[in-house]
């Protein structure tokens, strides 16, 4: 399968469907492909649309929390998830704190939770004396 990484790799048609829409629009797969489709893409077109609007976040889904509804992507709904396992008690806020900062679905620079990952590993396995 071919990695497409910028529109300029994409296909005609895919190109053109692609600029019908502002830059960084953000949807459900769904909503796309009923788009996709609608626009006359083809499997081929629609398979390579899906991996460029997963490469360049456009790809997202709806979650629920802090009682709102948020569109997040595979890499954001990644990353509350570990966020969830090592803050269980105050992971909204953990998760809000890291969408008002943009550095959700960053896992490798979150230092919070890199520095919780390290205590909790010290506070299972604790040194004997």
């Known amino acids: 399968m071919t990695n497409y990484i910028n529109t300029m790799e994409l296909d005609e048609l895919t190109q053109d469907f692609l600029s019908t829409f502002p830059s960084q629009v953000h949807m459900d797969w769904s909503e796309w492909l009923e788009k996709a489709e609608a626009y006359g893409l083809n499997e081929n077109e629609i398979a390579e649309l899906e991996q460029y609007l ?70 299972e396995h604790p040194q004997s004396s």
């Open 54 to 123: 997963e490469k360049s976040d456009q790809l997202t889904s709806p979650v629920t929390f802090a009682g709102r509804r948020w569109w997040l992507t595979k890499s954001e709904i990644g990353h509350i998830e570990v966020i969830k396992q090592y803050f269980s008690v105050n992971w909204e806020t953990e998760v809000l704190n890291r969408m008002q900062s943009r550095s959700l679905g960053d896992i490798k620079k979150d230092w919070q939770l890199k520095e919780r990952k390290k205590n909790s590993k010290y506070n």
